[in-house]
């Protein structure tokens, strides 16, 4: 079985995806000393790189609540045509936007640039870009490229694991927070913990010749040769979180104090606990209305990433997380009506591509 990290003088990191999260990555990484400043940033288009290059390279603010995102009043949405009343949260004013950051020179090629085979990938995509994303980087990957994983959800990571190797690829299930203020230009908003595992391996030696060429003081990363548990109770609070948020256009905490989007959260609780408690290929969880209550109380007054690729129009990860729940639910000839409602009631009035 590979260790990854054996060879440290050889090893280079390229963060493939350059939004909030492989930007804060790629900062984060090259802040790492062991590493010598052997990361670079894989970026989709030569234009692309000519734009990162304009910037300077990525700009890390620390400590910033994310924003208003452009638009109208947050939590309104569904409560204001509902009748709803909230209260109104002083931290919801936007930050000014602040000049003073010196970016930081992390080196970008375009991902379809010749070069050497890739040693440690981070991919930092949505889920539903990650398999072309990888796909774009085939031509320099090699059976001992190691692949880290950073997505929302279950799917992918099992998905990628199938496909390229149980012994190569690992996950990073992480709880920071980050936003983009614009394009390389990440806040760190919450600082969280990541944990790092293998889905179908348990190779305790890997996993900590990995975790030295990770930030792991800076970043918070553990191992956790149990990484698939971690996963799914992710998953599980994401699919109980991220599209209510969606619906109801409001900040995490918010879903707590607007009365229809708590039933709603209850009952959907209830439904996701209900399925992945019986569903064969997920683990024991712990208590899921615990778990989601403790993230809305952290990550309060967060913007969910669904949110906010809502309001800026991307695609969403909902098909990675309320749909796949939805799709396991059918293989396995089990009810999901609540979470298909969702999808749909998110659909329709949002019109989002993925949603
Ligand atoms: O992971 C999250 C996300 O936004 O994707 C939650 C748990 C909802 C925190 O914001």
């Given at each position: 079985?590979?260790t990854?990290?054996?060879?440290?003088?050889?090893?280079?990191w390229h963060?493939?995806?350059?939004?909030?999260?492989g930007?804060?990555?790629?900062?984060?990484l090259?802040?790492?000393?062991?590493l010598a400043r052997?990361v670079?940033v894989?970026l989709?288009?030569?234009e692309?790189?000519a734009t990162?290059?304009r910037?300077g390279g990525?700009?890390l603010?620390?400590g910033w609540?994310n924003?208003?995102?452009?638009g109208d009043?947050?939590g309104?949405?569904l409560a204001?045509?509902?009748?709803?009343?909230?209260e109104?949260?002083?931290?919801?004013a936007?930050?000014?936007?602040?000049?003073?950051h010196i970016?930081?020179?992390v080196?970008a090629a375009c991902?379809t640039?010749d070069g050497?085979?890739?040693s440690h990938?981070?991919?930092?995509?949505k889920?539903?870009?990650?398999a072309?994303?990888?796909?774009?980087?085939?031509a320099?990957?090699?059976p001992?490229t190691?692949?880290v994983?950073?997505q929302?959800?279950v799917?992918v990571q099992?998905?990628i694991t199938?496909q390229y190797g149980a012994?190569r690829?690992?996950?990073l299930?992480?709880?920071?927070?980050?936003?983009r203020?614009?394009?390389?230009?990440?806040v760190?908003?919450?600082h969280?913990?990541?944990w790092?595992?293998?889905?179908?391996?348990?190779?305790v030696?890997a996993?900590?010749?990995?975790?030295?060429?990770?930030?792991?003081?800076a970043m918070?990363?553990?191992?956790d040769p149990h990484i698939?548990?971690?996963l799914?109770?992710k998953?599980a609070?994401?699919?109980?979180?991220n599209a209510?948020?969606v619906?109801y256009?409001c900040?995490n905490?918010?879903l707590l104090k607007?009365?229809?989007?708590?039933q709603?959260?209850d009952?959907?609780t209830?439904?996701?606990?209900?399925?992945?408690?019986?569903?064969p290929?997920?683990p024991?969880l712990?208590?899921?209305?615990?778990?989601?209550?403790?993230?809305?109380?952290v990550a309060?007054?967060?913007?969910?990433?669904?949110?906010q690729?809502a309001?800026q129009g991307?695609?969403t990860?909902?098909?990675h997380?309320?749909?796949y729940?939805?799709?396991l639910?059918?293989?396995h000839?089990?009810?999901?009506?609540?979470n298909?409602a969702?999808?749909?009631?998110v659909a329709?009035r949002?019109?989002?591509?993925?949603?």
């Amino acid at each position: 079985m590979k260790t990854p990290a054996s060879d440290l003088a050889a090893a280079q990191w390229h963060v493939l995806g350059a939004g909030a999260m492989g930007c804060l990555w790629a900062v984060r990484l090259w802040q790492h000393p062991p590493l010598a400043r052997r990361v670079a940033v894989l970026l989709r288009s030569a234009e692309e790189v000519a734009t990162y290059h304009r910037h300077g390279g990525v700009r890390l603010e620390e400590g910033w609540e994310n924003p208003l995102p452009a638009g109208d009043d947050v939590g309104a949405g569904l409560a204001r045509e509902q009748g709803q009343s909230q209260e109104v949260d002083a931290s919801r004013a936007r930050p000014a936007p602040s000049t003073d950051h010196i970016p930081t020179p992390v080196p970008a090629a375009c991902v379809t640039d010749d070069g050497p085979p890739l040693s440690h990938l981070l991919v930092a995509t949505k889920s539903q870009d990650v398999a072309a994303a990888l796909h774009s980087v085939h031509a320099r990957l090699t059976p001992d490229t190691c692949i880290v994983l950073l997505q929302n959800g279950v799917r992918v990571q099992r998905e990628i694991t199938d496909q390229y190797g149980a012994d190569r690829v690992y996950c990073l299930s992480t709880s920071h927070g980050a936003w983009r203020r614009a394009p390389f230009h990440v806040v760190h908003a919450g600082h969280g913990t990541a944990w790092l595992g293998q889905l179908e391996s348990n190779n305790v030696r890997a996993l900590d010749a990995l975790l030295a060429l990770l930030p792991a003081a800076a970043m918070q990363i553990d191992t956790d040769p149990h990484i698939a548990r971690r996963l799914w109770q992710k998953f599980a609070v994401n699919c109980a979180v991220n599209a209510l948020t969606v619906l109801y256009d409001c900040r995490n905490g918010e879903l707590l104090k607007i009365s229809q989007a708590r039933q709603d959260l209850d009952a959907l609780t209830n439904e996701i606990e209900g399925l992945l408690d019986v569903l064969p290929e997920v683990p024991p969880l712990p208590e899921l209305q615990e778990s989601v209550a403790e993230v809305l109380r952290v990550a309060a007054k967060n913007f969910s990433s669904t949110l906010q690729d809502a309001r800026q129009g991307r695609a969403t990860e909902l098909a990675h997380l309320n749909g796949y729940l939805c799709e396991l639910a059918t293989l396995h000839g089990l009810a999901s009506p609540l979470n298909n409602a969702l999808l749909q009631r998110v659909a329709s009035r949002f019109s989002l591509p993925g949603a």
